[in-house]
């Protein structure tokens, strides 16, 4: 059964392009030019995912990325942007989007991208991890989820329940988005060991952008601010060109 695609997008010539490419990809594809159309066809329809372009006339992608939201909608969602400013691309990661590609784009990375956010929720592919030894810790020696799921996972003043996917430090519980949340647990799992960057994006997003992409330092500095406390230790630690830590100093 093809993967559906709701793709939103107001430049015509884009929207016809990006539509081609993605049935020739083996998509089932719904095109519309607006947020109206989109939020229309997403409750008509339920798509597998959304591809959604930030600015359109009316409602943009962002609105129609809170409203979904809000409906508790959690199909993923992939923004297409053409605002390059990490403060545009955080306002995209906080309405609730998953992932964002900057125009322009090459396709293949679109494919990359939607194929790794359908993985992470069950419609696409299994990827294994990468069995190449990267730079901070083997991939093998990640911490991996259990055969029986685990129910709180804590390290370094933090608590994580798992199943209903909330978590704390100390008595605060953090408004966590998916990724972040996924991006943590990974983080706690493995706790004082120095995770390189090839490992987070194979174990996050089942790809890996390379040493040119933002994506992963954007999320790594969303959710340092989310954990952040007045008078208290840092707890994401960069280690400068390999990766980062969960530890508490």
């Not at 993605?22 to 159309?37: K, P």
């Not at 959304?50 to 979904?68: A, E, K, T, Y």
């Not at 060991?193 to 890996?208: A, E, F, P, Q």
Request: hydrophobic share 40%.
């Amino acid at each position: 059964m093809p993967q559906t695609v709701l793709l939103a997008e107001d430049d015509r010539a884009i929207r016809h392009a990006l539509e081609r490419a993605l049935t020739l990809e083996g998509y089932r594809v719904t095109a519309v030019a607006d947020g109206v159309e989109a939020l229309a066809q997403a409750h008509r329809t339920p798509p597998d995912i959304l591809v959604l372009d930030v600015m359109m006339p009316g409602i943009d992608g962002l609105q129609v990325c809170r409203v979904l939201r809000a409906e508790g909608d959690r199909t993923p969602i992939l923004m297409l942007t053409a605002l390059v400013e990490t403060a545009d691309r955080i306002a995209g990661l906080d309405a609730g989007a998953d992932d964002y590609v900057v125009k322009p784009f090459d396709v293949e990375e679109v494919f990359a991208r939607l194929r790794a956010l359908l993985r992470r929720t069950g419609t696409g592919e299994q990827r294994p991890l990468r069995s190449g030894a990267p730079v901070g810790v083997h991939a093998s020696h990640v911490a991996q989820d259990p055969a029986v799921p685990e129910r709180q996972l804590t390290a370094a003043g933090l608590r994580m329940d798992l199943q209903a996917r909330r978590v704390w430090r100390g008595t605060r519980e953090l408004e966590l988005t998916r990724t972040e949340f996924e991006l943590l647990e990974l983080l706690v799992r493995n706790a004082g060991i120095v995770l390189d960057h090839s490992t987070i994006y194979d174990r996050i997003w089942g790809y890996d952008f390379g040493p040119g992409s933002k994506n992963l330092a954007v999320y790594v500095g969303y959710l340092r601010r989310k954990l952040d406390e007045p008078g208290a230790s840092q707890l994401i630690h960069t280690v400068r060109g390999v990766g980062y830590v969960l530890r508490e100093d």
